[in-house]
């Protein structure tokens, strides 16, 4: 069935980075533009980034702007988010989605 | 960026009562091709968001009839015609006719 799996999280320092992973299965990944949406604990959804179906475009929520980048590998079906100068209000939970399916998140914390 | 206001922000409701919840945008979600994206989503305690409705008022695969969504331009609807235990969580509008998704703050569903 469609999946996406994400990786990548953990606790991790101000000012570091962390590479998060996404792997979907069930379908033609190379074929949709895919997202990043995070949740601050006991917050809301909150967009990140997007990427089109082939990488060549790509655009970023003003608050990561700079800082985190959004890339795919479609031979490897899986998306990426590098997150570079980590702050504490970047603590959240990081879904990878497209309109339908969404994953389980992978839980950052940025935290000295 | 689009704002997308929903109210109200919390519901209690008895069960087999109706429940509604309100969705505006600050701008038209009417795209050049015809098609209004506007999408509802739920995300039960625990879970990642799951959609309900996609393009104003379509249904998603397997969402119970009970769920109905309405609205145009920039005023949208979410309806339940009968909630049931399983609805509680919180629903979230957003909007995907820009690439830059932006979501409402959440309206949280709860059972009297």
């Known amino acids: 069935q469609v999946q996406l799996v994400e990786s990548g999280g953990g606790v991790v320092q101000p000012g570091r980075s962390l590479r998060l992973s996404c792997a979907a299965s069930?379908?033609?990944?190379?074929?949709?533009?895919m997202h990043w949406v995070r949740q601050a604990p006991g917050k809301g959804l909150e967009w990140v980034a997007v990427?089109?179906?082939?990488?060549?475009?790509?655009y970023y929520a003003d608050s990561v702007k700079g800082r985190f980048t959004i890339s795919r590998d479609n031979s490897k079906n899986t998306l990426y988010l590098q997150m570079n100068s980590l702050r504490a209000e970047d603590t959240a939970v990081y879904y990878c989605?497209?309109?339908?399916?969404w994953g389980q998140g992978t839980l950052v914390t940025v935290s000295s | 960026d689009i704002v997308m206001t929903q109210t109200p922000l919390s519901l209690s409701v008895t069960p087999g009562q109706p429940a509604s919840i309100s969705c505006k945008s600050s701008q038209s979600l009417l795209h050049s091709d015809g098609k209004t994206y506007l999408y509802w989503y739920l995300q039960k305690p625990g879970q990642s968001p799951q959609l309900l409705i996609y393009e104003v008022s379509s249904r998603f695969s397997g969402v119970p009839d009970r769920f109905s969504g309405s609205g145009s331009g920039t005023d949208f609807t979410l309806k339940i015609s009968r909630v049931e235990a399983e609805d509680v969580g919180v629903y979230y509008c957003m909007q995907g006719i820009h690439l830059s998704w932006t979501f409402g703050q959440g309206t949280k569903v709860e059972i009297k």
């Open positions: 069930g379908f033609t990944f190379s074929s949709y533009g």
């Open positions: 989605a497209d309109i339908v399916t």
């Open positions: 990427i089109s179906y082939d990488g060549s475009n790509k």
